[in-house]
């Protein structure tokens, strides 16, 4: 917590034309850099063109930059000089020269009409003027050249209007008087959400799906006898507008913005005016009851009841806070920010790996409410040296800081480097909810261990805490300890680096809390472009070191969701009905979607087919088409799917459901059952299409593979060239078209699991099956050689593996193995 006291101002420093600035920072703000501003209502002359002969300057002018005063200098000497030069010239044809009666002087004299090769086409200058010019024309040239520079050379000598407190005062800038009757904003509606209360029209269409920032101009409040009722702002103040102004989200263009940013600061309630805030932020000249409007604040509240919210009227504009609990939080509107610790500007930690630590737990906050710190100290009565609990120091020499001194008993700890002494450390509520602690303890590595009920933990709605935090309920605070010993070791360690990565990308600075927050409030208005879960919370080693799934699915959907079998059927009602019937036992079925491909019959009455346990749905088609097959269904609401023949009654449950758990380890694969091997023909030079049985497999066919539902939709839409409309016009190939999309997007190899090889159905004639045509597989090569045509590569990986349960051939009883009824060809 930080109370930052008003400094005195110095005396100003006066510039000739220009305002004076003083020393605005507080404490924290000592050596702020003096430097003397133009005021706010002065207006720029209008300049012409630089280089144009017309163009007006006025020598004193205290409006020219100093680049334009290095022009104008140029341009006037030049002007000067060619007058001089021409006056030269003038005279000497005027005045011929005057020989001198020495011969030599005679020859001198000629020289300047003749010369040995005949006239002089110019006039002969004078020793004294030919290096005037000489001079003059050198100066010149190195001062075009220095302007060149300055022009293009990239710098950051003039900056616009970025917004910056050092080169503000508060003597420089507009006095605001508050009548004692000014407007007061309502009180912050606990109804406003994104969609209620916030304007998103003001924002706009921007190519780089950036919202435009603005930050008001600072003034100085004073109340009807002139005495100030705003505080100087403070040094964290201070630092989080110079972030905002430095980043790609700041506009000097108030009718470009988005967002609005008050100067007025509010971090701290205990040094505002509360009623004359208020009227302050009413004042604003885009207002509007507080719309699109952002307030930070970090340490809200004040005593006897200390809210957990901004107690300054706001009405609707959002607030970023440091202390939040549920029942002020405004879900998807409000941002909880942290409370950010000087400490860590302050300190540098020594690098310290994830791993066991001397003490398990530790609590190092002073000032916890008796009842905490009896519950604390009875955990450390019970487990001994594992826990430690810390308090302030009382017997400190003097002109030590007791913020950075911690005491057991009579022992001293320096804080915060105690806290990389312990694995877990406790975060424990104060007055207010948020607590600068936090920061220090994942500074320090140590995994945080927060007791503080209906907290809104900082971020909550990007970062995932469960990685990097344990959240104890106050109630259970005495059973902490076996709670955190029930965490495994690896977890731990897993813990531990990702608390100290949230520190050094969110915590760390001023910066980082108001960039993540600006971010946060982006990604609500251009939900397209919003920074995903994996790079909201993976440090840079885990996002550029792991493997990443291409079509950024989970790389384990959940088993729970289970998969959605969808059987392609044409007229084969008896073999379809046994099709059924056997899918529908496998565990993991969720639903079963027929789809009927035959427009001149209608499938059967509802109470002829089999009575199973999963939701059944028959859906029409318009057209027979083999796409059909593959068409993205609403009724698909599960992740995987297992495409199905209406003839491939062999499959057991067993095979099934093992092939369901080899997909959910490799959902972006084609997971099948029969395979296929593509090999190059050298006599024909050209693809061939191959279905025996081989040491190697490169596609597994969709009459009985699993797949991600995503390829329903890429199959359907985004199937390069003429491939879909050529499938559909041959009625064959939408299996290999589906590989050769499958593989061309992934770049990976397609699994075949267990080792069956026969899929004929035995009952099943001639004139039952599209397969069993003699020109079927003559089709299937040239297919290949159609798809490798219109892809431009040939994108299908041959492998030599299968993937089969781990006790398949293993001489155990067959209740041990998971997956009994696997192994016939």
Avoid at 247 to 252: L, V
Avoid at 373 to 401: F, I, M, P, W, Y
Avoid at 795 to 805: Q, S, T
């Amino acid at each position: 917590m930080f109370t930052l006291p008003e400094k005195e101002s110095r005396a100003p420093t006066t510039c000739p034309g220009s305002a004076s600035i003083q020393d605005l920072g507080s404490s924290y703000g000592d050596g702020l850099e003096e430097e003397c501003s133009r005021k706010p209502d002065q207006k720029l002359l209008e300049l012409y063109g630089v280089g144009d002969p017309i163009a007006m300057f006025f020598s004193d002018s205290s409006y020219l930059s100093s680049r334009g005063r290095i022009i104008k200098w140029f341009w006037d000497s030049a002007e000067e000089g060619y007058r001089t030069y021409h006056m030269d010239e003038y005279d000497e044809d005027k005045n011929p020269c005057e020989c001198e009666e020495e011969a030599v002087g005679v020859i001198m004299c000629a020289s300047v009409k003749y010369n040995i090769r005949g006239p002089a086409l110019i006039p002969r200058m004078k020793t004294k003027h030919r290096i005037y010019y000489i001079t003059l024309f050198s100066v010149v040239l190195l001062g075009l050249i220095a302007t060149g520079m300055f022009q293009f050379w990239p710098h950051s000598i003039e900056s616009s209007n970025d917004w910056n407190v050092e080169k503000h005062s508060i003597r420089d800038v507009p006095v605001v008087r508050l009548p004692a009757d000014s407007p007061i904003p309502e009180r912050g509606d606990l109804s406003c959400r994104m969609h209620t209360c916030f304007d998103v029209y003001r924002c706009g269409f921007n190519p780089k799906n950036k919202i435009k920032v603005y930050i008001y101009s600072l003034k100085k409040y004073v109340d009807d006898f002139g005495v100030p009722v705003s505080n100087t702002i403070s040094r964290e103040y201070n630092e989080l507008l110079t972030a905002i102004s430095d980043s790609d989200y700041y506009t000097d263009d108030i009718n470009r913005a988005c967002l609005f940013v008050p100067s007025i600061d509010v971090l701290n309630q205990n040094t505002l005016h509360i009623k004359e805030t208020a009227q302050a932020l009413a004042q604003l000249s885009r207002w509007d009851r507080g719309t699109n409007h952002l307030l930070f604040n970090m340490l809200p509240g004040g005593p006897p009841d200390y809210n957990t919210a901004l107690d300054v009227p706001r009405d609707r504009a959002l607030l970023a806070g440091g202390g939040f609990s549920t029942w002020t939080y405004r879900q998807g509107y409000d941002v909880s920010i942290p409370v950010y610790s000087p400490l860590s500007a302050e300190v540098d930690l020594p690098e310290k790996g994830p791993g066991s630590r001397r003490y398990f737990l530790l609590s190092s906050q002073m000032a916890l409410h008796p009842e905490y710190r009896e519950d604390l100290e009875a955990l450390q009565a019970k487990h001994g040296e594992s826990v430690l609990v810390l308090d302030k120091c009382t017997n400190l020499s003097e002109g030590v800081l007791s913020v950075r001194k911690r005491c057991h008993k009579h022992q001293v700890f320096d804080y915060p480097q105690v806290l990389q002494e312990a694995t877990f450390c406790v975060v424990l509520r104060g007055a207010r909810l948020g607590q600068a602690a936090l920061s220090d303890v994942l500074q320090a590595g140590c995994v945080p261990v927060i007791i503080a009920d209906s907290y809104i933990l900082p971020f909550s709605e990007v970062l995932d805490w469960k990685r990097a935090s344990v959240v104890v309920p106050e109630e259970k605070m005495s059973d902490a300890y076996s709670i955190l010993q029930s965490i495994p070791q690896r977890q731990i360690e897993e813990m531990q680096r990702q608390a100290q990565w949230f520190w050094e990308a969110y915590f760390q600075s001023i910066k980082a809390i108001a960039l993540a927050t600006l971010q946060i409030i982006n990604d609500r208005i251009y939900p397209y472009a919003a920074i995903s879960y994996e790079e909201w919370n993976d440090p840079p080693a885990v996002k550029w070191g792991s493997v990443s799934n291409p079509l950024f699915l989970p790389l384990i959907p959940p088993q729970s969701q289970g998969f959605t079998a969808i059987v392609l059927t044409y007229d084969r009602v008896e073999s379809l009905f046994r099709v059924i019937t056997e899918v529908s036992k496998v565990p993991s079925l969720s639903k079963l979607l027929v789809v009927w491909n035959n427009q001149n019959k209608n499938p059967p009455e509802d109470s002829l087919w089999p009575k199973i346990r999963v939701p059944l749905k028959v859906v029409r088609t318009a057209e027979n088409k083999l796409s059909n097959r593959f068409f993205p269904y609403d009724e698909i609401e599960t992740e995987a799917v297992l495409a199905i023949d209406d003839d491939i009654i062999m499959l057991t449950s067993d095979e099934l459901q093992f092939g369901y758990e080899v997909w959910r380890e490799f959902p972006d694969r084609l997971v099948g059952y029969p395979g296929r091997l593509h090999l190059w023909d050298h006599e024909m030079s050209k693809w061939k299409y191959e279905s025996e049985w081989t040491n190697e497999v490169s596609m597994v066919l969709t009459g009985a593979a699993f797949y991600h539902k995503y390829f329903n939709y890429l199959y359907t839409y985004k199937m390069p060239g003429d491939i879909k409309n050529w499938v559909d016009a041959h009625m064959n190939c939408e299996d290999i078209a589906m590989n050769f999309l499958v593989a061309n997007i992934t770049g990976k190899a397609v699994i075949k699991v267990t080792p069956r090889k026969k899929f004929k159905c035995p009952e099943c004639t001639a004139i039952d099956g599209l397969s069993l045509d003699q020109t079927h597989m003559v089709e299937r090569s040239e297919c290949i050689n159609k798809f490798a045509s219109v892809f431009g590569t040939m994108p299908l990986k041959v492998v030599e593996h299968r993937a089969d349960p781990v006790l398949y051939k293993d001489d155990f009883p067959e209740k041990l193995k998971s997956f009994p009824n696997i192994g016939s060809l």
